[in-house]
C-alpha cells in the first residue's frame, strides 16, 4: 500500500466514525434516553443540556461526514471503474444524508414544556418526516446503501 491508500484508510475510518456516532447516537436516545426520561420525568435542566450535549456530537459528525465524503467522492468518482449504478447510488446517499443535515440545522429543538400532543395533519407529517425516528430510519438506509456502493465498486473492479 502506498501513502496515499493509507490517508484514504483513515479517511474512510474517520467517515465510517462519524455516521456511527450520529447514527448510533439516535439509536441510544431513541431507545434508552427517551424512555427513561418519560419515566423519570428529569428536570428541564438534564433534559435541556443532554440536548445541547448531543447536538454538539452530531454538529461535530457532521462536519467530519461532510469533509471525508467529498474527500471520498473525488477519490471514487475520478477512477475509470465508475459505473452508473454507482453514481446513482451514491447520489441517492448524498441526497439522504443532506436532509438529515438540513433537518438537523433547521428544526428547532423542542423546549421543555412544549405541548407533547401534535396538533394538525401538517404537523403530524412534519412530525413523521422530520423527527428523530425519521433521521435514525434515514441514518440506517444511508449505512445500506454505503453497502450497495462498496459491492457496486468491487463488482466495478472484477469487470
Do not use: C
Not at 501513502?3 to 455516521?19: E, K, M, N, P, T
Not at 461535530?60 to 475520478?78: F, Q, W
Amino acid at each position: 500500500m502506498y501513502v496515499l491508500d493509507w490517508i484514504l484508510l483513515a479517511i474512510r475510518w474517520a467517515h465510517a466514525l462519524g455516521a456511527v456516532a450520529w447514527v448510533g447516537g439516535g439509536i441510544f436516545y431513541l431507545m434508552v434516553l427517551r424512555p427513561a426520561f418519560r419515566q423519570t420525568n428529569p428536570a428541564a435542566e438534564v433534559s435541556r443540556s443532554v440536548g445541547q450535549e448531543f447536538r454538539g456530537l452530531v454538529n461535530t459528525a457532521i462536519v467530519v461526514l461532510v469533509v471525508t465524503g467529498a474527500i471520498l467522492t473525488a477519490s471514487r468518482l475520478t477512477l475509470d471503474t465508475v459505473t452508473m449504478p454507482y453514481v446513482a447510488v451514491l447520489a441517492l446517499k448524498v441526497a439522504l444524508a443532506l436532509y438529515m443535515m438540513a433537518v438537523v440545522r433547521f428544526r428547532r429543538p423542542r423546549e421543555p414544556g412544549d405541548n407533547d400532543q401534535l396538533v394538525g395533519r401538517g404537523t403530524r407529517t412534519k412530525e413523521v418526516l422530520t423527527g428523530p425516528t425519521a433521521l435514525l430510519v434515514i441514518g440506517v438506509i444511508i449505512f445500506g446503501l454505503a453497502d450497495v456502493l462498496a459491492a457496486l465498486f468491487e463488482d466495478s473492479l472484477v469487470r
